[in-house]
């Protein structure tokens, strides 16, 4: 048997796809393929090193679509609203958003929009014990980088050209908010940000310079304010205390957030159908039933096992959107929270009105989903969480410099309301292919053309990590670590074998040698 240095290793099980799925967003009861794995454990390197080859995770379930087996069809809008804002799977390709570059996007954007441009974004207010980190940086070597966040107006639907009734809208809500601010008695006067660490944005004078992100969302408010928000990040998994405490809250939000935003659809088939859907509320398909096949969930529950509704309804909550196979790390030269799975808390007057739930890896911050109060839609909460995210991953890069990025999930360019990640610039979008990130500015006219894409241009180009040494994997077997080599000499199953090697082919050669692939 071997031995293991260092810390523990991630251990999964791979699933190989067999099978093809109704797709959430077309209809098309073949439209859907992907391959997955449990992961019981998985170190952050790991993580990101999936990621960066096209993978996600929901829970402990780690998936990669196929996407050139997956149905690319135009959406209509009545097909989207039920994902608006939520990350999915169509064109289902990594967009990631690039913090060293976006000083000159956002003057230009500011200037354009006028500098009272009230985005609410990162997040710094650390009130948290699970968090000590408190200073709010940019992904860009120490000097503060601006982020674009607002698309400048535009024609069409060219994602270079951000269609105008977005921006309006952002434009209105930030006048909105600006009046608020500056109504002492009114019923919303204003809301004041708390935990701010002073030292951070010392006052500077005045100018015609456009505002930074972090001088939009840390402007001094009245001390009276009638409002006060407070942003916390908490460690999910394992769970800290101030997670435990708030979990019940943060429940309770998460259930009228289903309810309400995602309730599901009243076209209720009438024939008896059955379904198979992945299991990642990533998926449409699988976020719109997940209401329904939880009541049926708690019914079961409590008529057979007698247990009580609440703690069924927590139970399937924390399974998918708490718990996390990341292992929390805490390195001396990483960022003070340590690296893992958090939920970002947003405290509005001493309540919890919604919550972002991230990873923290080496490279990145992984935005894996947001839910929020109803009541509060009118906040935009949706791009004030991602502004803020932005913000933190800034912050966190001023002490670990290789955190220099913010991973916005899937990209879905057929779906008109989710293209909306496309403006925020600068963006790269991860080739299928070769894996490398390529300006999403270079990926717009494949897309508009293709349903599938290459986004890589050199013809030569291969995947540098591809699995070229299978025999170097690392397979768990009876409680011993053996090299695949070894282990398939007494394997006499030749899809035992078909199964290893596509695991080997996704996982690229450098994860397949240090995770342990467990065969039973």
């Given at each position: 048997?071997?031995?293991?240095?260092?810390?523990?290793?991630s251990?999964?099980?791979?699933?190989?796809?067999?099978?093809?799925?109704?797709?959430?967003?077309?209809?098309?009861?073949?439209?859907?393929?992907?391959n997955g794995m449990?992961?019981?454990?998985?170190t952050?390197?790991?993580?990101?090193?999936?990621i960066?080859?096209?993978?996600?995770?929901s829970g402990?379930?780690?998936?990669?679509?196929?996407?050139?087996?997956?149905c690319?069809?135009?959406?209509?809008?009545?097909?989207?609203?039920?994902v608006?804002?939520?990350f999915?799977?169509?064109?289902k390709?990594?967009?990631?958003?690039?913090l060293?570059?976006l000083s000159?996007?956002?003057?230009?954007?500011?200037?354009?929009?006028?500098?009272?441009?009230?985005?609410?974004?990162p997040?710094?207010?650390?009130?948290?014990q699970?968090?000590v980190?408190?200073?709010?940086?940019?992904?860009?070597?120490?000097?503060?980088?601006?982020?674009?966040?607002?698309?400048k107006?535009?024609k069409?639907?060219?994602?270079?050209?951000?269609?105008?009734?977005?921006?309006k809208?952002?434009?209105?809500?930030?006048k909105?908010?600006?009046?608020?601010?500056?109504n002492?008695?009114?019923?919303?006067?204003?809301?004041?940000?708390?935990g701010?660490?002073?030292?951070?944005?010392?006052?500077?004078?005045?100018?015609?310079?456009p505002?930074?992100?972090?001088?939009?969302?840390?402007?001094?408010?009245?001390?009276?304010?009638?409002?006060?928000?407070?942003?916390?990040?908490?460690r999910?998994?394992?769970?800290s205390?101030?997670?435990?405490?708030?979990l019940?809250?943060?429940y309770?939000?998460?259930?009228?957030?289903?309810m309400?935003?995602?309730?599901?659809?009243?076209?209720?088939?009438t024939e008896?159908?059955?379904?198979?859907v992945p299991?990642s509320?990533?998926?449409?398909?699988?976020?719109s039933?997940?209401?329904?096949s939880?009541?049926?969930?708690?019914?079961?529950?409590?008529?057979?096992h007698?247990?009580?509704?609440d703690?069924?309804?927590?139970?399937?909550?924390?399974?998918?959107?708490?718990?996390?196979?990341?292992e929390?790390?805490?390195?001396?030269?990483?960022?003070?929270?340590?690296?893992?799975?958090?939920h970002?808390?947003?405290?509005?007057?001493?309540?919890?009105?919604?919550?972002?739930?991230?990873?923290?890896?080496?490279?990145?911050v992984?935005?894996?989903?947001?839910?929020?109060?109803?009541?509060y839609?009118?906040?935009?909460l949706g791009?004030?969480?991602?502004?803020?995210?932005?913000?933190?991953?800034?912050?966190?890069?001023e002490?670990?410099?290789?955190?220099?990025?913010?991973?916005m999930?899937?990209?879905?360019?057929?779906?008109?309301?989710?293209?909306?990640?496309?403006q925020?610039?600068?963006?790269d979008?991860?080739?299928?292919?070769?894996?490398?990130?390529?300006?999403?500015?270079?990926c717009?006219?494949?897309?508009e053309n293709?349903?599938?894409?290459?986004?890589?241009?050199?013809?030569?180009?291969?995947?540098?990590?591809?699995?070229?040494?299978?025999?170097?994997?690392?397979v768990?077997h009876?409680?011993?670590?053996?090299?695949?080599?070894?282990?398939?000499k007494?394997?006499k199953?030749?899809?035992?074998?078909?199964?290893?090697l596509?695991?080997?082919?996704?996982?690229?050669?450098?994860?397949?040698?240090?995770?342990?692939?467990?065969r039973?």
């Amino acid at each position: 048997m071997a031995f293991w240095a260092g810390s523990s290793p991630s251990i999964v099980d791979y699933f190989p796809s067999e099978d093809f799925y109704r797709c959430g967003y077309c209809k098309n009861e073949l439209g859907s393929r992907s391959n997955g794995m449990w992961a019981h454990s998985m170190t952050v390197q790991d993580y990101q090193d999936l990621i960066d080859r096209g993978w996600r995770r929901s829970g402990k379930y780690v998936y990669k679509p196929v996407m050139n087996q997956t149905c690319y069809e135009p959406m209509d809008s009545t097909v989207n609203d039920a994902v608006a804002g939520d990350f999915a799977l169509i064109n289902k390709l990594d967009i990631q958003c690039d913090l060293k570059t976006l000083s000159d996007d956002l003057k230009e954007s500011l200037e354009s929009e006028g500098k009272n441009s009230k985005k609410e974004e990162p997040q710094e207010l650390l009130q948290s014990q699970d968090f000590v980190g408190e200073k709010l940086d940019s992904g860009e070597p120490s000097h503060s980088v601006k982020v674009h966040t607002v698309p400048k107006p535009g024609k069409g639907a060219d994602l270079s050209k951000p269609p105008c009734r977005k921006a309006k809208e952002i434009r209105k809500e930030r006048k909105r908010l600006k009046l608020m601010q500056q109504n002492p008695a009114g019923e919303h006067e204003g809301f004041q940000v708390q935990g701010q660490p002073p030292s951070l944005f010392p006052a500077k004078a005045k100018s015609n310079q456009p505002k930074s992100l972090e001088d939009l969302i840390f402007e001094s408010l009245p001390e009276n304010a009638s409002h006060k928000l407070e942003v916390r990040v908490v460690r999910s998994s394992p769970p800290s205390s101030q997670f435990k405490a708030t979990l019940l809250e943060s429940y309770q939000v998460y259930k009228r957030y289903q309810m309400v935003i995602h309730k599901n659809s009243p076209d209720t088939p009438t024939e008896s159908q059955v379904r198979l859907v992945p299991v990642s509320f990533e998926d449409p398909e699988f976020k719109s039933s997940f209401s329904q096949s939880f009541s049926l969930y708690v019914k079961y529950q409590v008529a057979i096992h007698q247990d009580p509704p609440d703690e069924c309804g927590k139970t399937e909550f924390t399974r998918f959107l708490c718990t996390s196979p990341l292992e929390a790390e805490t390195p001396h030269n990483g960022p003070d929270c340590g690296y893992g799975s958090f939920h970002q808390q947003y405290w509005l007057d001493g309540k919890i009105i919604a919550v972002g739930v991230i990873d923290i890896l080496p490279n990145c911050v992984s935005s894996v989903y947001l839910y929020y109060d109803p009541d509060y839609s009118f906040l935009s909460l949706g791009v004030y969480s991602a502004l803020r995210e932005i913000a933190f991953t800034r912050q966190l890069h001023e002490k670990t410099s290789q955190l220099s990025y913010y991973y916005m999930g899937f990209y879905i360019h057929s779906c008109p309301k989710m293209k909306y990640k496309g403006q925020y610039r600068p963006s790269d979008l991860l080739c299928p292919e070769t894996y490398v990130w390529v300006p999403i500015e270079q990926c717009l006219p494949s897309l508009e053309n293709s349903k599938y894409c290459r986004f890589n241009q050199d013809p030569e180009a291969v995947d540098e990590d591809r699995s070229t040494e299978p025999d170097r994997l690392q397979v768990f077997h009876k409680r011993a670590i053996m090299p695949y080599g070894v282990y398939k000499k007494h394997q006499k199953d030749p899809s035992e074998e078909a199964a290893v090697l596509q695991y080997a082919s996704l996982v690229g050669q450098k994860c397949s040698e240090r995770m342990l692939l467990f065969r039973n």
